[in-house]
């Protein structure tokens, strides 16, 4: 089992940066990759980036693409989330989440993910 803990919300203005780390209990990690997924209040929790573990392969949604950057760590189990030129719509509480590394991993559905954080909340104002 793993356990993800997200960090580093918070409320920025527009045009905005903010960074937000997800830390995994323990020092093994047996999955294909872990994944950024956003929810808004109405909406259904939707893909925002994913990388891969064993080359650090990364994948976007065309909605963040070439505003956020995805990267894990290289001594432990954490990954992170650079988001630069933040938008309003961009207002969400973002989940970390792991795969099992049992099935086939499709990285953009969050039902490839075993393992889920709590949240943190992004709040993005004009």
């Known amino acids: 089992q793993v356990q993800l803990v997200e960090s580093g919300g918070g409320l920025v203005q527009a045009g905005g940066s903010l960074r937000l780390s997800c830390v995994a209990s323990g020092r093994t990690f047996s999955g294909y990759g872990m994944a950024w997924f956003r929810q808004a209040p109405g909406k259904e929790r939707e893909f925002v980036a994913a990388?891969?573990?064993?080359?650090?392969?990364?994948y976007y949604a065309d909605s963040v693409k070439g505003r956020f950057t995805i990267s894990r760590d290289n001594a432990k189990i954490a990954v992170y989330v650079q988001m630069n030129s933040l938008r309003s719509e961009d207002t969400a509480v973002y989940y970390c989440a792991a795969d099992s590394g049992m099935g086939f991993w499709n990285y953009g559905s969050s039902r490839t993910y075993a393992y889920w954080g709590q949240g943190t909340q992004v709040t993005v104002s004009s």
């Open positions: 990388i891969r573990w064993r080359d650090q392969n990364t």
